[in-house]
């Protein structure tokens, strides 16, 4: 039996799943950290809803890949400190996300997410690390379908140029 068979938990990490790993985990402690603020700043009752969706599976998210890297003997980073809440009204307006840029930025956010976890999921070796990162992009596909769907119903949905009309097919 060699050091890559038996128990994935039981075999080392190599230098890639420990940085993706790590990373995750960092970009994960921002995200909480800019969502809170977010929230500070949002209007709509299904974007909060969203992000405090999101908000719950960053933080999951960061303590399943703290767990792995700790496990692992390996240091996490620094966590991101608490937000304040703050009232809607005490924002000033110029100074104010809309919800439109706060739905915008978790759709590109997500997206991202979705295409990290990918090619985590491709460099792994190691099964357990794989299913993990595969268990976070199945959430962040039904989040994604949650914003877009979100994002039509309130007409913030900017679309790329359309093709309205498709050119005829030419019979040979």
């Excluded at 390996?74 to 009204?89: C, N």
């Excluded at 840029?101 to 997410?113: C, F, L, P, S």
Aim: aromatic share 6%.
């Amino acid at each position: 039996m060699g050091i890559l068979s038996g128990n994935s938990k039981d075999e080392p990490m190599h230098y890639g799943e420990i940085y993706s790993v790590w990373q995750s985990s960092m970009v994960a402690k921002g995200t909480v950290s800019f969502y809170r603020a977010y929230l500070n700043h949002a209007g709509d009752k299904d974007l909060k809803k969203i992000l405090g969706d999101l908000i719950d599976q960053a933080e999951l998210e960061i303590s399943e890949c703290d767990k792995l890297l700790l496990d692992n003997g390996i240091a996490t980073g620094p966590v991101m400190p608490e937000r304040s809440h703050t009232k809607l009204e005490d924002i000033p307006v110029g100074a104010r996300f809309t919800d439109p840029e706060i739905a915008a930025k978790i759709a590109a956010d997500n997206a991202a997410g979705l295409v990290a976890c990918s090619q985590i999921m491709g460099q792994s070796i190691r099964e357990d690390i794989g299913a993990l990162f595969a268990k976070y992009h199945l959430t962040k596909a039904a989040l994604g379908a949650r914003i877009l769907k979100m994002n039509k119903e309130k007409g913030w949905l900017i679309p790329p140029p359309l093709q309205v009309k498709r050119p005829e097919l030419v019979k040979a």
